[in-house]
């Protein structure tokens, strides 16, 4: 896989000129605008789902670059990492191309919690980014700035009061499209912020996007917006850090790869770059004060995150305390390094005096200075499950400008926005992702249904069957749905999946079908320790829940039965711990899942509704609009009551279902029987 | 707060309906849906001869035969049949009643259902609840359930189910004001805490889970952790076993005597239950502990407390009555404040003005100095009449009864039996309205829903211990589990809330 990727590279270049001069179509099924992380996500794969799909960005060069931190992945973000690659994303495959520093964070907490997590090579990822867009069929990148939306009348069969119909580019060029990705991060009247100076921009170094695409969405679409700012620190002149005053941070001996498709990274273990962990000082606290004063950013109200804040607000919010400073490298021959924690606006002289406070940074050097951003983002309660904006037929929204912060969240939305696109273009049923099945279903259900007040990121603790939700099973729980119902997964991926589906029930069933007496356990395995106390028969499964229990141990034990899944040791040893707290926890999964089954039609008119509601309860439901029972029942202000009727009314208007059959479904029904077949071989 | 606290137990009981209808859609009830068998007194509280005790749900024919100890078979279908009811476990002999069975689906509800008739004794009734308890996969109904399933069902019309939407407001609406009772005395404050301390814990485990890797949260954090688990365990426990001995929530109407010390306030309780239930002597200060009688008002349940007088004391010994006094007034469902009408100014404005300063002071508690006594909740007793003269005793009480915002105003005289048939009257008016009331919750239901959720609590907290060093995930998976439990009695906690602590105790800045 890693080396036909190397010749697909070499000739990346060729690639770039001849695809962005090769557009000559007026029309696509779906058009995707940007090129971050959501842009390149949504055009990758509403082009796996079978859409022609056209991604425009302002730069080429730019496609896939990390705007921020080198690094991909983390506790919680891991787990969105491991879905997307189960989905057939990108930015796995990428992280194990570009990564230069493995680990797995929380090893010591659970497997439901680990997170895996890479530093990052900027220029591979974005190589390897642009090389695979560049290569998937059916998409076509063209360079160049969007200035307006066009919007038209709506489809009177669906609802919604308009209907997106293409986009219009600088020098009033048309593109006709059924469905547009809106992908613009934080270009959406973004402003960039240093000391006291300010300017239009959404990142350092590009230019602004055009105010009519703002104008559309608030005036034409009347889009509720907010307002949201984040930061980057300076970047830090490599040779000018003293590392001997800082703690060095050393990466996994083994590096364990984002992909379920790789066995390896591209990075060898020995070749693996190390971190450096240094801490603030109380002079650290006395710049920041000082210069105040001069920091536009810092003193608007305008919401920051909380769990990415700048080095200001969090000496500002915990004075008197040491806070952390990881020293991160930006890539194999980069001479910069990335100071994580130490995001700041005040002017450059005053980040200068700041950073030489800092033991290790001493006498460092900075190379770009760090800057704040303020953007616009659209409420995302205006969004439907498919991300699409209730109102706009064919319009929808991924990434920051949906109030969400972070690389991984970015590309979440872009993945399922792109899928969501695609379907609606191709006129496909559509589909539903769960919070019960995923991360990705926890964070869009978690922004269209409370909306955000802060920049949004993903922690484990959101999602509330984390144990069921693991990065060691993200295959199981999406590539197979992912293949046969979404149609964004390519069938070498889905085989495969099938086949460690299928060697994990069977050597499930192995484990299960050994069983012995408590005290010929303790007879045939004295390591692990059994409690002279206990005299039941146990089978192999329950034995592996045993802390000192491995699979290798039980596979020695009873090489015929098992030694032929040695390649699953890991994965059987955490199914066979969590399986019964898995199992608790299906009826509550089950119950989540009927309700979201329960379609609302989104044309219903709350105000005219002939069951007994109330006022309130009707406003509430005629301004949030929910898409589904299930999210009725979790906004504020809705009385039981409420949901008794409106539970009526759906069963009595006979629209239970959120899908319909249809060819579609037939399509699947054969793919079972194929499956099915499959398994019996 | 109240307002999530309210709709986390709507909540609870609307998730529950819906899955029921939800599973029921296509009239096959698939076994994963509510799986679990539910039971309750289905016959009012108050005195009654026969108490219908009502099951339902898979577990019924095994309740059947454990209770009547049937060992083969089944009764024939909806035919009534004497029978010895028992404890299933110690095979006990509780009560001889009718029991009828109900299969599937000709029943109220649609699912195999029971029905015990027993006498309606509250000794028998509690045994009967008790037993049904302990059969493994039954619980107490929830308010209401029985309707719902019945609903789910398919087993209402459409204008029922119309109706149905109202009696679930109508319930909860009874589930909050019973919660609010419950949660606004010494339980409840009990109960709020826990949950407070549990969210912590839980915060600073999502904490060390979510941040460790990236920040300054120090290993101390868990064990800081371990100590407030094992100290909630402890307590929780504790409180568990000191349940079964007294301090179980009171069946009955909850009727409190109060007042000044040597109002006769001891006088009043023992006339009232007709036996020297209590010392009386002219000491001010004879009662210090809370006298307890159960009375039977007009067929009514009353549980009638007579507590020690309140007034400034340095003894230890009569401020800690004066504490409980305190206590059980707030938690009483009427309070009758007993005074001395020798003591009253002759002047009937004086009077009120002196009665109205004097109810401020007896009902006044630490939390809320200012409270406003509410008039349905209290009975003025004005005793003592014997020292009045005739005719100033009927100025007295006809000046009184017109001065606005004076509770309802009794005079007797415990020593002459004078005006007590009237008092009678005037309190057996006030128990009925208070049992009456249908929203007046069943304490024993109530009480056994608190034990089963406390104990599944306890249960989860052993959970952490048990993952706390393998693994982590899986230990606040046993908190969220003793949360939510918890949470079924003092209100749901969203992941919301365990991010604001998250942030108000540690800076995290990835």
């Known amino acids: 896989m890693l080396t036909k990727r190397l010749h697909r590279l070499q000739g990346f270049l060729l690639l770039v000129s001849r695809r962005a001069s090769n557009v000559a179509k007026q029309q696509y099924d779906v058009i995707v605008v940007g090129g971050g992380h959501a842009g390149t996500e949504a055009a990758a794969a509403a082009a796996r789902v079978g859409a022609e799909t056209l991604l425009v960005t302002q730069k080429i060069h730019t496609i896939g670059a990390l705007s921020c931190n080198p690094s991909l992945g983390g506790v919680g973000k891991g787990q969105l990492v491991k879905e997307l690659d189960a989905l057939d994303g990108l930015c796995g495959r990428a992280g194990d191309w570009a990564g230069i520093h493995f680990s797995i964070l929380n090893r010591r907490k659970g497997p439901a919690v680990w997170g895996p997590r890479a530093q990052l090579d900027r220029q591979r990822y974005r190589e390897f980014i642009q090389s695979e867009l560049l290569g998937t069929h059916r998409l076509t990148v063209l360079e160049g700035s969007v200035e307006e939306l066009l919007v038209t009348e709506p489809n009177p069969e669906k609802p919604g009061c308009h209907r997106v119909t293409g986009i219009r580019l600088g020098g009033s060029r048309s593109i006709s499209a059924s469905s547009v990705v809106l992908t613009t991060g934080t270009f959406l009247s973004g402003s960039l912020f240093v000391g006291q100076t300010t300017s239009p921009g959404g990142r350092i170094g590009d230019a602004p996007s055009s105010a009519g695409l703002s104008h559309t969405l608030r005036e034409a679409l009347g889009l509720r917006t907010g307002r949201l700012r984040t930061g980057t620190p300076p970047r830090i002149v490599k040779d000018s850090v003293d590392f001997s005053q800082a703690e060095l941070h050393p990466p996994d001996e083994r590096p364990s790869p984002f992909s379920f498709l790789n066995t390896h990274t591209r990075c060898k273990p020995e070749e693996q770059l190390p971190c450096h962990l240094t801490l603030t000082t109380p002079g650290v606290e006395r710049v920041v004060r000082e210069s105040l004063h001069l920091n536009c950013h810092i003193q608007q109200d305008t919401k920051g995150p909380r769990y990415c804040p700048s080095i200001e607000s969090r000496v500002l919010r915990f004075p008197g305390r040491k806070h952390q400073v990881w020293l991160e490298p930006e890539g194999v021959t980069s001479d910069l390094l990335y100071p994580q924690g130490l995001s700041m606006t005040m002017p450059p002289d005053a980040q200068l005096r700041l950073i030489r406070e800092i033991p290790a940074l001493h006498r460092a050097e900075i190379h770009t200075p760090g800057y704040g951003v303020q953007y616009d983002f659209v409420c995302p309660t205006q969004l439907d499950p498919s991300l699409q904006v209730k109102n706009t037929q064919g319009l929808f929204l991924a990434g920051q400008i949906n109030g969400t912060t972070g690389y991984e969240e970015a590309a979440a939305q872009g993945l399922w926005a792109g899928v969501s696109a695609a379907r609606s273009a191709l006129a496909m049923p559509p589909v539903t992702l769960s919070r019960t099945e995923s991360y990705i279903g926890v964070l869009i259900d978690d922004l269209i249904s409370r909306g955000v007040t802060e920049p949004y990121r993903m922690f484990t603790s959101r999602a509330e069957f984390r144990t069921a939700l693991r990065p060691d099973n993200a295959d199981l729980r999406l590539t197979l749905k992912g293949f046969e119902e979404l149609g964004c997964v390519s069938s070498q991926r889905y085989y495969e999946t099938v086949r460690v589906r299928d060697s994990l029930r069977d050597a499930l069933e192995a484990l299960q079908s050994i069983v012995l007496s408590a005290a010929n356990w303790r007879k045939k395995m004295p390591d692990i320790l059994m409690s002279e106390n206990k005299f039941t028969s146990l089978s192999g499964q329950d034995v592996l829940q045993y802390n000192t229990v491995s699979f290798e141990m039980l596979a020695s034990a009873f090489p015929d039965t098992l030694s032929p899944y040695m390649e699953f040791s890991q994965r059987l040893k955490i199914e066979a711990v969590y399986r019964p707290h898995c199992d608790l926890q299906r009826k509550e999964i089950e119950r989540i899942q009927k309700e979201e089954n329960m379609a609302l039609p989104q044309d219903i008119d709350y105000f005219s509704l002939p069951v007994s509601l109330s006022q309130e309860v009707r406003e509430i439901l005629d301004r949030v609009r929910p898409s589904t029972l299930g999210a009725a029942t979790r906004l504020q202000g809705i009385t039981p009551a409420a949901i008794v009727h409106l539970l009526n009314y759906v069963r009595h208007t006979g629209q239970k279902e959120t899908r319909t059959h249809s060819k579609y479904d037939k399509n699947r029904e054969e793919l079972h029987t194929e499956n099915a077949s499959l398994v019996k071989l | ?510």
């Not at chain 2, 009874?174 to 949950?195: C, K, N, P, T, V």
Request: aromatic share 4%; hydrophobic share 40%.
């Open chain 2, 1 to 510: 707060m109240l307002l999530s606290v309210r709709v986390g137990m709507l909540r609870g009981a609307v998730h529950k309906l819906r899955t029921r209808l939800l599973s029921t859609k296509g009239g096959v009830t698939d076994g994963l849906a509510d799986a679990e068998t539910i039971f309750a007194l289905s016959s009012g509280h108050g005195r009654c001869g026969v108490a219908v005790v009502r099951v339902s749900g898979p577990a019924s024919a095994a309740a059947l035969r454990g209770m009547a100890g049937i060992t083969r078979g089944l009764p024939p279908p909806r035919t009534a049949l004497l029978h010895s009811i028992r404890d299933p476990q110690s095979k006990e002999v509780l009560d001889r009643g009718l029991v009828l069975w109900f299969p599937a689906p000709n029943s109220f509800t649609g699912e195999d259902s029971v029905e015990f008739h027993i006498h309606g004794g509250p000794a028998v009734i509690t045994s009967v609840l008790q037993a049904l308890g302990s059969v493994p996969g039954m619980r107490p109904a929830e308010a209401g359930e029985f309707t719902r399933r019945a609903f789910q069902a398919g087993k209402l019309g459409l204008t029922e189910v119309e109706g149905l939407g109202d009696l679930i407001h109508a319930e909860t609406e009874a589930q909050r004001r019973q919660a609010l009772r419950q949660m606004s005395g010494e339980l409840g404050r009990l109960y709020q805490d826990w949950s407070h301390r549990l969210k912590r814990c839980l915060a600073h485990v999502e904490a060390f889970i979510d941040f460790s890797e990236d920040e300054l949260i120090e290993d101390g954090v868990l064990n800081q952790v371990d100590r407030s688990v094992c100290d909630l365990q402890a307590e929780i426990k504790r409180h568990l076993m000191d349940e079964r001995r007294g301090e179980r929530l009171r069946s009955g109407v909850q009727v409190v005597i109060a007042g000044a010390t040597n109002a006769g306030k001891s006088s009043l309780l023992n006339t009232l239950c007709q036996r020297p239930a209590a010392i009386v002597s002219p000491i001010a200060g004879t009662t210090r502990d809370v006298v307890e009688t159960a009375l039977d008002i007009g067929g009514f349940p009353v549980l009638l407390s007579d507590t020690a007088g309140v007034r400034d004391s340095t003894d230890l010994v009569e401020r800690e009555g004066v504490r409980r006094a305190r206590e059980r007034m707030q938690q009483a469902d009427l309070t009758l404040v007993v005074v001395d009408c020798a003591q009253l100014p002759c002047d009937a404005q004086r009077a009120a003005d002196f009665l109205q300063e004097h109810l401020r002071s007896v009902l006044a508690t630490e939390e809320q100095p200012d409270t406003v006594f509410s008039a349905d909740k209290c009975l003025l007793v004005l005793n003592k009449t014997d020292l009045l003269p005739e005719d100033g005793r009927l100025t007295l009480e006809r000046e009184l009864r017109r001065v606005p915002g004076l509770p309802p105003i009794c005079l007797v005289s415990c020593h002459t039996s004078e005006g007590l048939q009237g008092f009678l009257t005037e309190l057996h008016g006030r128990v009925k309205t208070l049992c009456g009331n249908p929203l007046t919750g069943d304490p024993t239901l109530t009480q056994a829903r608190h034990r089963a959720h406390l104990q599944q609590c306890t249960a989860a907290l052993a959970q952490y211990h048990r993952y706390r060093d393998g693994d982590l995930a899986l230990a606040a998976e046993g908190l969220r589990l003793a949360l939510t439990s918890l949470g079924r009695i003092t209100g749901r906690v969203g992941a919301e809330e365990i991010l604001d602590i998250i942030f108000k105790d540690f800076c995290i800045g990835k």
